[in-house]
């Protein structure tokens, strides 16, 4: 596509529909950049979304991740064994990976907390953005969470769904589900008294738990 279509433009609309997590809002952005550049439109749309598009990800893989960033990590780091003979690069690989084996084992050792230092980080701002949504309970385990700007979401604790798509797409409550989890916790007359809903931590896929971590 950068060959053909280059440009901020190009690649601002290129990331509208790569980051949608919903097929409508995908169908909205793959429509902006119809109007902006058929040619463009037709390249993209030939292409299967469920190999770049977050919207049509399944949920399979526990992430949203769209770019190629852990291989490059590691290609950066084997530049000095690239030009030797195969045995001296295999044992340079070897070498890297000992030494990051025993990097994040001291981080571990480290860390009392209950998710892992990316996803703590992650869920800190999801928690912030939480606090600015309204929650109105519609019975049974779901709820409607309204955010600033009219926009309404659907939550549903018995199917562990988000009209957004992005608790089911990455395994970490978005910032609707854990407004509703905040409204769960102060009214136990919902689902279940406080000590069974927990705090949001508790909702986060095992992937990003300290202990998977430690085991992995």
Not at 22 to 50: G, H, Q, W
Not at 108 to 121: M, S, V
Not at 147 to 161: C, R, S
Request: with cysteine; aromatic share 10%.
């Amino acid at each position: 596509m950068k060959k053909k279509w280059n440009g901020k433009a190009y690649k601002n609309h290129l990331w509208s529909c790569a980051i949608a997590t919903t097929v409508p809002e995908f169908e909205r952005a793959m429509s902006a950049l119809k109007e902006f550049n058929k040619y463009c439109y037709k390249f993209l749309a030939d292409i299967p979304p469920r190999q770049w598009a977050r919207s049509h990800f399944t949920g399979r893989a526990v992430t949203d991740i769209l770019l190629n960033n852990m291989c490059e990590v590691l290609n950066r780091w084997l530049v000095d064994a690239r030009d030797k003979p195969i045995m001296t690069t295999l044992e340079y690989v070897r070498e890297y990976l000992m030494k990051r084996i025993v990097n994040v084992l001291g981080k571990c050792k480290n860390n009392d907390q209950l998710l892992t230092p990316y996803a703590t980080k992650q869920f800190e701002v999801i928690k912030k953005e939480a606090s600015k949504l309204t929650v109105l309970w519609s019975g049974s385990q779901q709820y409607q969470v309204n955010g600033p700007h009219g926009e309404q979401v659907a939550v549903d604790f018995g199917n562990k769904e988000c009209a957004c798509r992005k608790w089911e797409i990455t395994g970490i409550p978005c910032k609707h589900v854990v407004a509703a989890l905040y409204n769960l916790n102060a009214n136990d007359d919902q689902v279940g008294p406080p000590d069974e809903v927990g705090a949001p931590e508790h909702w986060v896929h095992p992937v990003y738990r300290m202990d998977t971590w430690k085991n992995t």
